[in-house]
């Protein structure tokens, strides 16, 4: 299977410090460790720097792709390029640099100076850093100054939300070494809390056996390419020792070996070992944009500057007043009223009280059913449990929840017309039923619901916190249909799977229902210590931003029918019962007998054994019984979706194979 493609940023403390020697000699030593490596300056200022790496490591590249801008005066380059009468346009060099990136598994790319280089009078080198989706390494000298320098860096690269990957000093000058080339690197990682990722000494010639004699123990590629050697690792049995996992039979896990993750990275996970997974869950159905994406990183460490959190009861702040306007505009017509909550379930939960209360607040005290159909999944507080109908889930708090109506497709109609008058809500997954195995509806059916509830009087709740923000190849599951619903639960891809919030949006109809004098107590009196929470809300925003930007949906409607056409070969297994697909939501039933759909046992643990034979080639799933799930970052790439479909595969052919 093929290494993930990453790029490298090698930047700058200062103008000298050794980028290019640096850059030459990580290109090196990752070509002995057997990567296929190229090299990029997007933008040089004088000098042979280009000629001189494409020559030493052996590259065949055009030099109009390894630099897309050359100037001849050694100055900055924004000064540089108006004396040339010429303009660096980020565009061209990101084309470059996806041109090349294409080609090579890493890309060590060469700044400009510093971060804050100017490439022209409003675009600086973090700027590209961040539009190219690099991880930097930081070049400095050892000597005096070092640290101001570096620790500035650090803290810039860090403002700009950039991932760092590490520092590398570089001793440019021949001489013995004095106490701060000795000890300003351990003061640097100790203050900056930044790994150092090695020291290049002074090289009397640039030969590759010089290079690898001299550099090859002082810099070790795999830390940069694995996880941070910064993090000790704690040792796996002090999670069976301290804590209890959800939706984990405990017995089985305090007899395996637990599975550490420490780092995430675009459309990946890595473990406390440096071992990389494809994440094809998406971190249980919530990461959209990938991991680490530089503009939620951004602004969630620009908003944790301003205030990380403030009680909602009776205060406001500007980051929930922004994101519910944004929602109303987003969501279909008539959702005017935003009320935010922290997970799907008590989105749901808010969802469920807010349409009993309208009913009690408006004179209509009769109508205290819910109604929900067989199969459905809402959370797992007791109020939506209420409304699940998943035994394996729900049958042991039977005594604890209260009693509902559960229909099917079939009886629908038939069970409104008889239960209308006693029915507050009726509360829905739309178009597929999530945690049932993937289960999509009928076409038409949605909307025929929809017309049914408006026509009985039963308020409309659509919860949409797995199919929203994407997952089914529109913004949200009701726009397939054209369903405006009366309330609609929001949380899982809400802040592109970064931070939990939850949002329940309802029309001014029923927000009116609880507008009253003080003194007749119709408040909606529910609410959560972190309801609104400001750094949830900057994460939403900027996750939304990122949708617009890069035109999520536009460029996902592909990878959609690139993944319809490969699940076809699904039934060529002899225990693929059904592959089921909406959009980028995927259930791959499996079978003991594909004639009748005999189901597996239960206790021979298919499904997870399907899961844990993909962990083996470096992709995470997760099984729905016997079902498994795919559900991946809509960011994901074509190669990464095909590895993710090819893995799972493999992972059904060897353990059903009989």
């Not at 303009?87 to 700044?111: D, N, P, V």
Request: charged fraction near 25%.
């Amino acid at each position: 299977m093929k290494r993930e493609k990453r790029s490298f940023f090698i930047t700058g403390t200062d103008t000298g410090v050794g980028k290019t020697i640096t850059t030459y000699v990580l290109g090196l030593l990752f070509q002995k460790a057997g990567y296929d490596v190229g090299v990029m300056k997007p933008v040089q200022c004088g000098g042979n720097d280009v000629e001189f790496l494409k020559s030493s490591l052996k590259l065949k590249d055009s030099l109009r792709d390894i630099n897309p801008y050359f100037a001849p005066e050694p100055l900055s380059p924004h000064l540089a390029f108006q004396r040339q009468k010429k303009h660096i346009e980020a565009r061209k060099i990101i084309s470059a640099h996806q041109k090349l990136q294409k080609k090579y598994e890493l890309l060590l790319i060469e700044g400009a100076g510093g971060l804050l280089v100017p490439l022209n009078d409003s675009y600086f080198v973090a700027d590209l850093i961040r539009d190219l989706n690099a991880e930097v390494i930081i070049v400095s000298r050892p000597g005096l100054g070092a640290i101001n320098h570096t620790l500035l860096t650090i803290e810039q690269a860090r403002a700009k939300g950039l991932n760092i990957k590490g520092i590398i000093f570089c001793q440019n000058k021949k001489g013995k070494l004095g106490i701060p080339e000795k000890t300003n690197p351990q003061i640097i990682e100790k203050l900056g809390g930044v790994a150092i990722l090695g020291i290049i000494p002074y090289l009397n010639k640039f030969t590759a056996e010089e290079i690898i004699k001299k550099c090859r123990s002082r810099i070790n590629v795999g830390l940069i390419v694995g996880a941070d050697p910064c993090v000790r690792p704690l040792p796996p049995h002090l999670d069976q020792k301290y804590i209890w996992h959800p939706f984990t039979q405990m017995k089985d896990w305090l007899e395996s070996d637990p599975l550490i993750i420490r780092e995430a990275k675009g459309s990946y996970l890595i473990d406390s070992k440096g071992k990389r997974y494809l994440d094809g869950v998406s971190s249980l159905w919530v990461n959209v944009h990938g991991h680490r994406h530089p503009t939620i990183d951004q602004a969630i460490k620009r908003q944790i500057d301003q205030l990380s959190h403030s009680t909602f009861l009776g205060l406001s702040h500007e980051p929930a007043i922004a994101l519910a306007k944004k929602l109303v505009e987003i969501t279909p017509k008539g959702l005017e009223k935003v009320f935010y909550s922290d997970n799907g379930s008590t989105a749901v939960e808010v969802a469920i009280k807010m349409a009993y209360q309208y009913w009690q607040n408006i004179g209509r005290p009769e109508k205290t059913n819910l109604a929900h159909l067989v199969h459905s999944y809402h959370g797992d507080t007791l109020g939506s449990v209420s409304v699940g109908g998943i035994d394996l889930f729900h049958q042991v708090y039977k005594n604890l929840i209260f009693k509902t109506i559960q229909t099917d497709l079939d009886n629908f109609e038939n069970v409104l017309k008889e239960h209308h008058k006693t029915i507050a809500a009726f509360v829905v997954e739309p178009l597929i039923q999530g945690a049932a195995g993937m289960i999509v509806w009928p076409k038409g059916i949605l909307k025929k619901m929809a017309n049914l509830c408006r026509k009985y009087e039963i308020i409309f709740i659509t919860d949409e916190v797995a199919t929203g923000f994407g997952r089914t190849g529109k913004m949200f599951a009701c726009e397939h249909e054209d369903v405006s619903p009366d309330i609609l639960c929001l949380a899982k891809g809400l802040t592109g799977g970064y931070l939990p919030l939850a949002a329940t949006l309802t029309t001014k109809k029923i927000f009116d229902g609880f507008v009253s004098d003080y003194k007749e107590q119709k408040t909606f009196f529910h609410g959560h210590t972190y309801t609104a929470n400001p750094l949830g809300c900057a994460a939403a925003l900027a996750n939304l931003k990122v949708f617009e930007k890069e035109r999520t949906l536009d460029r996902l409607a592909p990878k959609i029918k690139y993944l319809a056409r490969k699940l076809k070969m699904f039934y060529n297994l002899p225990h693929v019962g059904e592959a089921r697909q909406l959009g980028f939501m995927v259930g791959i039933e499996l079978v003991k007998d594909k004639r009748t759909k005999e189901p597996y046992p239960w206790e021979e643990k298919v499904g997870v054994r399907v899961c844990q034979k993909a962990r083996e080639r470096g992709v995470i799933l997760r099984p729905l019984g016997n079902t498994i799930v795919l559900m991946p970052p809509l960011a994901i790439s074509l190669e990464e979706l095909k590895t993710l479909l090819d893995v799972t595969y493999w992972g059904i052919e060897n353990v059903t194979f009989c």
